[in-house]
């Protein structure tokens, strides 16, 4: 195995200090095939920036200060196993040194919570945000991603919790073979540990194995917040590239396939600034999250504009003025967001915005608007979404037993977010293996789907229910006003749902669908069980309504 004087095969671990980046070498160097080396940089590091150390001269008269000997000679150098092990520390990768350092061999990332970081930091030397150096780490990270040497990224928690599968599984992405002796070790120093092991390696060194984490954690000091703030974003952007995650909600559900894979990589709007898909949140503190306090709207976009923009943000400032929010964002403002983030994703057709706006954050957590004093938040989520029915071969609907809320507990003229109502009746469709789901009103009319509206066609009438207990959708008002243009008679009443499964059609309207036929209720067939030709009347009258109108999204021209 040992190969005097030979070209080694370098694995380069790069982390911030205290991430257990000595336990994983002292791991590596019970390999039969490995060296190692701590943090061969280190002299360098101290010369060029200047920082102190309480062993800093000790440490420039005998290690090798100069980056690039260190470089060529050290890490690089010819050795006598086939791998080497080199433990770095990301801020110690310094100016100057040569490119060869990420070109060359095999490299890790090794990540730790700055939350488990901090506390134990201070024993030596004062935390700081340069002391942490995890923004260096995510640099390493992103250059070698460049190289196209995308590295594996490792989080402690995962070591702690199974140290066996996760290195396991390093072992898998390095392309060495794994060694069940990378599990255990003796106590005490190491002949290879560096001479700054008296001030930061007293715990490892009464270590023999990777140990779990403590079950509950010290308090975190709030001295060090503002720091835990800086540093923690940078964690949060590796941890999304760890393969396996511990947490206490940690799930082995695998990574789902999006309806529309293009939706990855959008950019939502939250609150005032543009944010990347995995970055789009709320605040714990915000009454969406609180109680499902907020109103919404669906909006579509055909060829270049938007479809009734004006109707959605006039139900939209209605539903917000009924709920009594505070600091609402002005017309122009909403629409000017909205006209960002539609440009900014490049979404000028086939696309769909949910439109959010919440009561906004709060003070403390609790029920009481009183505690809104930071104004709304408001939320412009674009995909590229198709209508979500089969509209060319219709739909299937079951009844559900959930009724639809009455006024009497909550207005359905109020386009708000808490939605668990139609919720449960959606899960009964799901059920049902049905599309959606019908829901009736207290006294068992049909009212609406529960997530659209809906209409039947009788001898040549077309009927609907009044929006009384349903949403009075603006698709159901646009297709209304196309049912007189065509000439057919429409009638509002209430509807039992007897006449929807003897109707010679039946068709659903939504922002999200569009104008969707239904051919099966409660597993009656509608009609012939085919799309009506009043229904695709009233379809292609749809598409060239769209096809015309709309408010158009400004270029990049207009100021």
Same mark, same amino acid.
């Given at each position: 195995? &040992?190969?005097?004087?030979?070209?080694?095969?370098?694995?380069?671990?790069?982390?911030?200090?205290?991430?257990?980046?000595?336990?994983?070498?002292? %791991?590596?160097?019970?390999?039969?095939?490995?060296?190692?080396?701590?943090?061969?940089?280190?002299?360098?590091?101290? +010369?060029?920036?200047?920082?102190?150390?309480?062993?800093?001269?000790?440490?420039?008269?005998?290690?090798?200060?100069?980056?690039?000997?260190?470089?060529?000679?050290?890490?690089?150098?010819?050795?006598?196993?086939?791998?080497?092990?080199?433990?770095?520390?990301?801020? =110690?990768?310094?100016?100057?040194?040569?490119?060869?350092?990420?070109?060359?061999?095999?490299?890790?990332?090794?990540?730790?919570?700055?939350?488990?970081?901090?506390?134990? @930091?201070?024993? !030596?030397?004062?935390?700081? @945000?340069?002391?942490?150096?995890?923004? *260096?780490?995510?640099?390493?990270?992103?250059?070698?991603?460049?190289?196209?040497?995308?590295?594996?990224?490792?989080?402690?928690?995962?070591? =702690?919790?199974?140290?066996?599968?996760?290195?396991?599984?390093?072992?898998?992405?390095?392309?060495?073979?794994?060694?069940?002796?990378?599990?255990?070790?003796?106590?005490?120093?190491?002949?290879?540990?560096?001479?700054?092991?008296?001030?930061?390696?007293?715990?490892?060194?009464?270590?023999?194995?990777?140990?779990?984490?403590?079950?509950?954690?010290?308090?975190?000091?709030?001295?060090?917040?503002?720091?835990?703030?800086?540093?923690?974003?940078?964690?949060?952007?590796?941890?999304?590239?760890?393969?396996?995650?511990?947490?206490? #909600?940690?799930? /082995?559900?695998? =990574?789902?396939?999006?309806?529309?894979?293009?939706?990855?990589?959008?950019?939502?709007?939250?609150?005032?600034?543009? #944010?990347?898909?995995?970055?789009?949140?709320?605040?714990?503190?915000?009454?969406?999250? =609180?109680?499902?306090? %907020?109103?919404?709207?669906?909006?579509?976009?055909? /060829?270049?504009?938007?479809?009734?923009?004006? *109707?959605?943000?006039?139900?939209?400032?209605?539903?917000?003025?009924?709920?009594?929010? /505070?600091?609402?964002?002005?017309?122009?403002?909403?629409?000017?967001?909205?006209?960002?983030?539609?440009?900014?994703?490049?979404?000028?057709? /086939?696309?769909?915005?949910?439109?959010?706006?919440?009561?906004?954050?709060?003070?403390?957590?609790?029920?009481?608007?009183?505690?809104?004093?930071?104004?709304?938040? #408001?939320?412009?989520?674009?995909?590229?979404?198709?209508?979500?029915?089969?509209?060319?071969?219709?739909?299937?609907?079951?009844?559900?037993?959930?009724?639809?809320?009455?006024?009497?507990?909550?207005?359905?003229?109020?386009?708000?977010?808490?939605?668990?109502?139609?919720?449960?009746?959606?899960? &009964?469709?799901?059920? $049902?293996?049905?599309?959606?789901?019908?829901?009736?009103?207290?006294?068992?009319?049909?009212?609406?789907?529960? $997530?659209?509206?809906?209409?039947?066609?009788?001898?040549?009438?077309?009927?609907?229910?009044?929006?009384?207990?349903?949403?009075?959708?603006?698709? +159901?008002?646009?297709?209304?006003?196309?049912?007189?243009?065509?000439?057919?008679?429409? !009638?509002? +009443? +209430?509807?039992?749902?007897?006449?929807?499964?003897?109707?010679?059609?039946?068709?659903?309207?939504?922002?999200?669908?569009?104008?969707?036929?239904?051919?099966?209720?409660?597993?009656?067939?509608?009609?012939?069980?085919?799309?009506?030709? !009043?229904?695709?009347?009233?379809?292609?009258?749809?598409?060239?309504?769209? &096809?015309?109108?709309?408010?158009?999204?400004?270029?990049?021209?207009?100021?």
């Amino acid at each position: 195995m &040992e190969q005097e004087g030979e070209e080694v095969e370098v694995i380069h671990s790069w982390s911030a200090p205290r991430s257990l980046s000595t336990t994983l070498m002292y %791991s590596f160097a019970q390999r039969d095939d490995t060296e190692v080396l701590d943090e061969p940089l280190y002299a360098a590091f101290l +010369r060029i920036t200047g920082v102190e150390r309480p062993y800093r001269d000790e440490l420039l008269s005998k290690m090798e200060s100069d980056g690039t000997k260190v470089v060529n000679n050290v890490i690089f150098g010819p050795g006598r196993k086939k791998y080497r092990f080199c433990k770095h520390i990301a801020k =110690q990768r310094v100016t100057g040194l040569p490119s060869d350092l990420l070109k060359k061999g095999k490299h890790l990332i090794l990540i730790r919570n700055p939350l488990d970081v901090l506390q134990s @930091f201070e024993k !030596v030397v004062p935390a700081s @945000f340069l002391e942490l150096g995890v923004s *260096e780490l995510v640099a390493i990270y992103s250059e070698l991603c460049e190289l196209g040497r995308p590295p594996p990224v490792i989080d402690t928690a995962d070591l =702690q919790q199974d140290p066996k599968g996760t290195l396991r599984s390093l072992c898998e992405d390095l392309d060495i073979p794994f060694q069940s002796s990378m599990l255990k070790w003796e106590a005490g120093p190491k002949p290879y540990d560096g001479i700054w092991a008296p001030w930061w390696y007293k715990s490892v060194h009464k270590s023999t194995e990777f140990k779990q984490a403590r079950r509950f954690p010290e308090p975190f000091p709030l001295t060090m917040y503002e720091l835990l703030e800086q540093s923690l974003p940078f964690y949060n952007l590796l941890r999304c590239h760890v393969k396996q995650t511990s947490s206490l #909600l940690k799930t /082995n559900l695998p =990574q789902p396939n999006l309806p529309v894979p293009a939706n990855e990589k959008l950019l939502a709007w939250v609150g005032d600034e543009m #944010l990347p898909r995995e970055s789009a949140k709320v605040s714990v503190f915000d009454s969406v999250v =609180q109680g499902g306090d %907020s109103v919404w709207e669906g909006l579509r976009v055909y /060829n270049g504009k938007i479809f009734k923009l004006d *109707e959605h943000l006039d139900r939209l400032l209605d539903s917000a003025k009924a709920l009594a929010f /505070n600091n609402v964002p002005t017309r122009k403002e909403i629409e000017e967001s909205i006209f960002k983030t539609l440009i900014r994703n490049g979404m000028f057709d /086939n696309a769909h915005i949910r439109l959010s706006l919440t009561r906004g954050k709060k003070v403390t957590s609790g029920m009481s608007p009183a505690f809104n004093l930071y104004g709304c938040t #408001l939320i412009v989520l674009p995909e590229w979404k198709p209508p979500v029915y089969d509209n060319t071969k219709g739909i299937t609907l079951v009844t559900a037993t959930t009724r639809r809320n009455s006024p009497n507990n909550l207005d359905s003229k109020i386009h708000h977010n808490n939605l668990l109502n139609n919720i449960l009746a959606k899960i &009964e469709g799901n059920n $049902a293996n049905a599309d959606d789901a019908i829901m009736l009103d207290k006294d068992g009319y049909v009212s609406e789907t529960n $997530a659209t509206n809906i209409f039947l066609v009788k001898k040549g009438r077309v009927l609907t229910p009044h929006a009384d207990y349903c949403l009075p959708g603006i698709t +159901r008002a646009t297709v209304m006003d196309l049912v007189v243009k065509e000439d057919f008679v429409l !009638v509002e +009443r +209430r509807i039992s749902l007897s006449e929807f499964h003897t109707a010679d059609e039946v068709w659903t309207t939504g922002t999200m669908g569009e104008l969707s036929p239904v051919v099966k209720i409660d597993g009656r067939l509608i009609g012939n069980g085919q799309v009506g030709p !009043v229904t695709r009347r009233l379809q292609n009258a749809y598409r060239k309504l769209t &096809e015309e109108l709309g408010v158009p999204i400004p270029t990049y021209s207009q100021a």
